[in-house]
């Protein structure tokens, strides 16, 4: 359900759905509390309301504070490993302009092959949150078989050659550990609670009785905005390639590796 909401509506229309629904039910009960009870309008029982509401609200921004600091570092990480494995297959392209022509054609081929796929094939299954490993697999092997092919003939080749190897591996790598970052997501547990904990300190704002209820319904409404955008931006984070806020993969589309998005060019 998240990913659809990420993927199909804009951050500002995110934004109005989500804040304004959750705005919009805690007025509604807190007016439906406040018929049902008109006591509370007395204020009996704020002292110890304010008390457990105080308590409440502090260990649930701790826990607030915690899930987003976590997922904006996951963010920052999984741009960290897009950029990485981009820019190892602009080495490999790089370190290959030294190769004959007939060698360095077939690896900037592969190269350009493996980029397309993962741009055209593998982003969008990521954006649903499906990644597959398969989806470019074949241009991985396709990639190291072109790399394979070439024999170094003096030490000018092998050291272009080593550079090439190395960087291929580790592109590799990167290419892993992207593919698992599309499926994580926040554990059940700091789920429960970080949407339980807003279900339980919205209601007790409705026993902060107030004389005045239009003062009553504006506390009730800012408590409530602030849970709802703080629950908005752990849901447009919790999926680093899902919504506008997401890493794109423009990195595979610059640099050396510009030149296999040229019309014409190799891909």
């Known amino acids: 359900m998240s990913l659809w909401l990420l993927n199909h509506l804009g951050t500002f229309a995110l934004s109005v759905l989500l804040v304004g629904a959750i705005v919009v039910t805690a007025v509604a009960g807190s007016l439906a509390a406040r018929r049902a009870h008109p006591q509370l309008a007395e204020g009996e029982h704020n002292e110890m309301v304010g ?90 092997e396709g990639m190291y078989r072109a790399l394979q092919a070439y024999e170094p003939t003096d030490g000018r080749t092998q050291t272009f050659y080593d550079q090439a190897a190395a960087s291929l591996n580790d592109a590799a790598g990167q290419r892993r550990e992207r593919i698992d970052l599309a499926t994580t997501e926040l554990p059940t547990l700091l789920q429960v609670l970080v949407f339980g904990g807003a279900l339980v300190i919205i209601p007790l704002t409705f026993l902060y009785g107030l004389r005045s209820l239009r003062m009553q319904l504006l506390f009730v409404a800012s408590v409530a905005a602030l849970i709802g955008f703080s629950l908005l931006l752990v849901l447009v984070l919790d999926r680093p390639f899902a919504g506008e806020l997401s890493v794109d993969p423009s990195a595979y589309q610059e640099g050396a590796l510009v030149r296999f998005w040229v019309r014409g060019a190799v891909g």
Do not use: N
């Open 51 to 140: 008390v457990v509401l105080g308590m409440f609200g502090a260990i649930y921004g701790i826990i607030l504070a915690f899930v987003v600091v976590t997922l904006w570092t996951q963010l920052d990480h999984t741009q960290a490993v897009v950029s990485k494995e981009a820019t190892d297959l602009a080495l490999v392209v790089r370190s290959s302009d030294v190769f004959p022509p007939a060698d360095r054609d077939r690896v900037q081929a592969a190269v350009g092959a493996y980029v397309h796929a993962v741009v055209e094939i593998q982003w969008p299954m990521m954006r649903e949150g499906e990644p597959s490993h398969e989806a470019t697999a074949q241009h991985v």
